[in-house]
């Protein structure tokens, strides 16, 4: 097994970057959700003018903390690209090792109370027991309330008992003296709960039907829960193919259409996830 160490003691510019990006990225989030509760507030109180300033400011932040991430996801390819400033294999090496490896661990630990779904590359899919703890709320001396997953504080327990570096080197620029400290920057956040995912294309081997009429967004209200209920009991596909076909016809009000090749040859319906789960992402 082939082993590296990528050592940023002296010069951390590229850890450092990509933290700064990510605490940025957590300010807008949480402006995000302090403008989206001032929305709901102005709209109970009906001040559409008050409504309208949240409105714009949730939509900005959200915007912004999308930007963030999009360059935060670009990093990592960055330092796999021939010719950029900050290439680095070993580097590339060890992210796609770490994350694999964190991957995997959770895994394990939610094969031990409930079902993985999907494994991704910063996540997992997950279905847990009606009866498993999920959500509490501890409320503070000062009565500010603190919300938090029990599920995803699991995870990052473990995360934090595996990935904890006990001897991070922080370099004081007036003094030029390293300060020794524990960190452990990574951490799992809970995206979900995920009623279902199912894609608008009802294919069968060798053939895809796929429907492109108006009324998408209707199609998309209208299906999901008819064909969860199919994905939930267990139905064999192609009775999950013929309802889909079925339900997209009638909310488009014409007749199924005849099946025809696509270019790769093959199309299935996706149906990734179940009802209810939850995507845990680092």
């Known amino acids: 097994m082939r082993s590296d160490t990528v050592c940023m003691r002296e010069n951390p510019f590229y850890v450092n970057t990509v933290r700064d990006f990510r605490d940025r990225r957590y300010d807008y989030k949480r402006l995000t959700k302090t403008w989206k509760k001032a929305k709901a507030a102005a709209e109970a109180a009906g001040d559409p003018v008050a409504r309208k300033e949240a409105a714009d400011l949730e939509t900005v932040y959200d915007s912004l903390q999308l930007a ?6 670009s990093f990592y390819g960055y330092v796999m690209r021939k010719g950029a400033r900050w290439r680095s294999m070993p580097m590339a090496g060890i992210v796609t090792y770490t994350g694999a490896e964190l991957i ?22 997950c279905m847990l027991p009606a009866s498993f703890p999920e959500n509490f709320t501890l409320k503070k001396v000062s009565g500010e309330k603190l919300k938090f997953s029990y599920p995803c504080a699991m995870l990052n327990a473990d995360v934090a008992e595996k990935y904890t570096n006990p001897q991070y080197q922080t370099r004081d620029a007036r003094t030029g003296a390293y300060a020794t400290s524990s960190e452990c920057s990574i951490l799992f956040e809970v995206d979900g709960p995920y009623r279902c995912m199912v894609g608008a294309a009802a294919g069968v081997a060798g053939c895809c039907r796929r429907r492109r009429d108006r ?17 939930v009991k267990g139905a064999a ?10 339900v997209l016809s009638r909310c488009c009000r014409r007749r199924p259409r005849k099946a025809s090749c696509s270019r790769s040859g093959t199309r299935s319906t996706s149906t990734t996830g179940a009802w209810p789960s939850s995507k845990g992402s680092s």
């Open 237 to 246: 596909p192609d009775a999950t193919h013929t309802t889909t076909t079925v």
């Open 104 to 125: 995997k661990d959770a895994r394990k630990l939610v094969e031990q109370i409930g079902r993985p779904l999907e494994l991704d590359t910063d996540g997992i899919w």
């Open 68 to 73: 963030h991430k999009c360059i935060l996801n």
């Open 215 to 231: 009324g998408g967004a209707q199609t998309m209200r209208t299906m999901p829960p008819v064909v969860t209920l199919l994905v």
